[in-house]
């Protein structure tokens, strides 16, 4: 299938705009001479999407879908565009049933490693509703690309080192989450949504090719870093990685039940949104999983680097110093170079990541021990 081959009078669809990806998603596709629809799912958050793009006129576009999972919630929203970013999905649950934001109601009795499942639930769900809205509705698209996880691509690990790459699939925590229920950690109930949502995208494809005129490609990134365009006005605001990163390094905080390692992988924000357009023009992404990975690196070590960059937070006492004589070993990672070739990306460094994040967060007073 042929991908956008220029920006000239493209206009493609952002899902769940307001987001920390997506927002600069939508910057970088306005950027490049993108006309951008975002979907939010009410006006309050549609708004700050005024007064970040506001000077692109009406070359950027915002409209409500208030419930992703409604049938024909995207049928109007795909209307009239030439491609769409999907970014929009649930991140975890906090429940203990898997009937939960997260996961799934049950799975049928067909094999799950082909995808084949009879009722999902928004995680799911919400990629499916946006893919049957593009078979419907979408006469003009050519690609959609749809935002996955690292998570989908997991297993246990009993044997380290362990590099994964877009071979690996996860399906070893659905069967743990069909097999555990309610009872299945907050881990599993992840990485099986994860799972199931990415096989749904190319089960979705394969089932429909002969009907539509646009391909498919995901994009699996891991924890994503880097400064922030949402409109947060204090840290405890923060959400998703940019607040796992802040409660581990500027805080020191060791509580975060989906990210028990003492080490993490990690990309920059700008770099995985430059990967999600170019996901769009490069005719070589089409059908591929894109694992996006800049490395892998411990906490402790994250706190020692930033300690090297901005000494005097530490003599100042403002950032915890953690134990900085602790080693951490790497017992797997991630091998990003295929999606790194295909989409002509070079990967932001952990010390250029951090450095531009502990000044955001000063900028923003967040580094003073009562800021919350």
């Known amino acids: 299938m042929p991908a956008l081959e220029t920006s000239a009078g493209q206009r493609v669809l952002v899902t769940g705009a307001n987001g920390f990806v997506a927002l600069w998603v939508v910057r970088v596709l306005l950027e490049q001479g993108f006309t951008v629809r975002g979907t939010v799912r009410s006006e309050s958050k549609g708004r700050h999407l005024d007064e970040l793009f506001g000077s692109y006129g009406d070359k950027f576009e915002w409209v409500v879908v208030e419930d992703i999972v409604k049938e024909g919630a995207f049928d109007e929203a795909v209307k009239g565009v030439h491609a769409i970013e999907h970014t929009a999905a649930p991140i975890s649950s906090t429940s203990d049933d898997p ?12 094999n799950v490693n082909n995808g084949l499942l009879e009722y999902l639930k928004p995680s799911v769900e919400g990629t499916l509703s946006i893919l049957r809205s593009a078979l419907k509705f979408g006469t003009d698209i050519k690609r959609v690309v749809v935002t996955s996880s690292l998570a989908a691509v997991m297993r246990t690990v009993t044997e380290p080192p362990v590099i994964f790459d877009e071979d690996d699939w996860a399906d070893e925590f659905v069967d743990t989450l069909k097999r555990e229920g309610r009872k299945a950690s907050e881990q599993v109930k992840y990485f099986a949504s994860k799972t199931l949502a990415e096989r749904a995208v190319f089960t979705f494809y394969d089932a429909h090719k002969s009907q539509i005129n646009w391909d498919v490609a995901t994009v699996l990134p891991p924890v994503v870093l880097g400064p922030t365009l949402q409109d ?56 591929k999983r894109l694992l996006i990975c800049a490395g892998s690196i411990g906490w402790q070590d994250t706190r ?12 100042s006492g403002v950032l915890p110093r953690g134990k900085p004589d602790s080693k951490t070993s790497i017992l797997w990672d991630y091998n990003g170079e295929k999606a790194k070739s295909i989409l002509g990306l070079e990967y932001r460094d952990i010390k250029h990541i951090a450095l531009d994040m502990i000044t955001d967060f000063e900028r923003r007073g967040w580094l003073s021990r009562d800021s919350v």
């Open 99 to 110: 009937d939960g934001e997260s996961s799934f109601v049950r799975l049928s009795s067909n």
């Open 232 to 287: 947060v006005k204090k840290s405890s605001d923060l959400t998703g990685s940019p607040n796992l990163w802040y409660q581990k390094v500027v805080k020191d905080q060791d509580d975060d039940p989906l990210n028990t390692t003492p080490f993490y992988p990690y990309v920059d924000v700008r770099d995985l949104a430059a990967a999600h357009v170019n996901a769009l023009t490069k005719e070589a992404a089409g059908g």
């Open 304 to 315: 020692d680097i930033v300690y090297s960059l901005r000494p005097d937070l530490y003599e």
